[in-house]
């Protein structure tokens, strides 16, 4: 089974990303790509897209609900690595939640993961080898 994510992409089209410009990589190499970006104040861009109304951010490649992914994975700002998906490391995420259920996808629960378990794999988008353990769930009744 793949990652949840991999099917959703909600999130990156239910809140503002803003952070540093720091974070750019018109100040930093390999940084997030600043054309994909626009001023938001004096100290702070924010993914073109999340500003507006509807958000999108205009780095996402997703049918909501059906297959996503984010073109700038690797250089993708801070705040965007900060959303965990709900129950991944053994706990609700609110942000996840309700961008699921504003797109009608119902929020994860930790069944979502068991999967990991039984193929000892996590199959993280982040995958670095150093993601925790899913947490010991009790197996599932037939
Ligand atoms: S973190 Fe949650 S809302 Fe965002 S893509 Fe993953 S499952 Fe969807
Ligand atoms: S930069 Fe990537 S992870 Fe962040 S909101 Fe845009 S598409 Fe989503």
Known sequence: ???PCLSCG???TQYR???????????????????????????RLC?????????RCVALDAEVGVYSRCSIHANR????REVDASWEYGAP???C???????GLPALTAADWRWRDAADNDDHPDDNGNSPPTPRL???AA
């Open 10 to 12: 909600a999130c990156c």
């Open 1 to 3: 089974m793949p990652h």
């Open 93 to 95: 995420g609110e942000q």
């Open 77 to 80: 700002p801070s705040v965007c």
């Open 47 to 55: 993914m073109r897209g999340t500003h507006s109304d509807p958000i």
């Open 138 to 140: 009790p197996p599932i």
């Open 97 to 103: 939640d309700k961008a699921r259920i504003a797109h």
């Open 17 to 43: 990303v803003a952070f540093h410009w720091m974070e750019s990589d018109a100040a930093t190499e390999g940084g997030v790509p600043v054309a994909l970006t626009e001023p938001l104040d004096r100290h």
